[in-house]
């Protein structure tokens, strides 16, 4: 009984989870100071340095953060730096 109990709760806790799973990534570019910017994927944080020769980013995470931190950095900054 304590079975069929227990994997109720977990059905409805990831049945609840589901949409919060499926949710759209919380993702913004901030800039700290001067050339410097801090990236965010959800809660993770990272930063990257533009400079006359490129872009020098630290780690983003997960492949969809890295196609949408790229997109980005073109989309800013393609015209200052190759990318």
Same mark, same amino acid.
């Given at each position: 009984?304590?079975?069929?109990?227990?994997?109720? $709760?977990?059905?409805? =806790? =990831?049945?609840?989870?589901?949409?919060?799973?499926?949710?759209?990534?919380?993702?913004? +570019?901030?800039? +700290?100071?001067?050339?410097?910017?801090?990236?965010?994927?959800? =809660?993770?944080?990272?930063? =990257?340095?533009?400079?006359?020769?490129? +872009?020098?980013?630290?780690?983003?995470?997960?492949?969809?953060?890295?196609?949408?931190?790229?997109?980005?950095?073109?989309?800013?900054?393609?015209?200052? $730096?190759? +990318?």
């Amino acid at each position: 009984m304590a079975r069929i109990i227990l994997c109720m $709760v977990l059905g409805a =806790f =990831f049945a609840a989870a589901s949409p919060l799973i499926a949710q759209e990534a919380k993702r913004s +570019i901030t800039r +700290i100071a001067g050339d410097l910017y801090r990236f965010q994927n959800n =809660f993770h944080y990272s930063v =990257f340095l533009v400079t006359s020769d490129g +872009i020098i980013a630290t780690d983003p995470v997960s492949p969809d953060a890295a196609r949408w931190l790229k997109q980005e950095l073109k989309a800013r900054f393609e015209s200052s $730096v190759n +990318i």
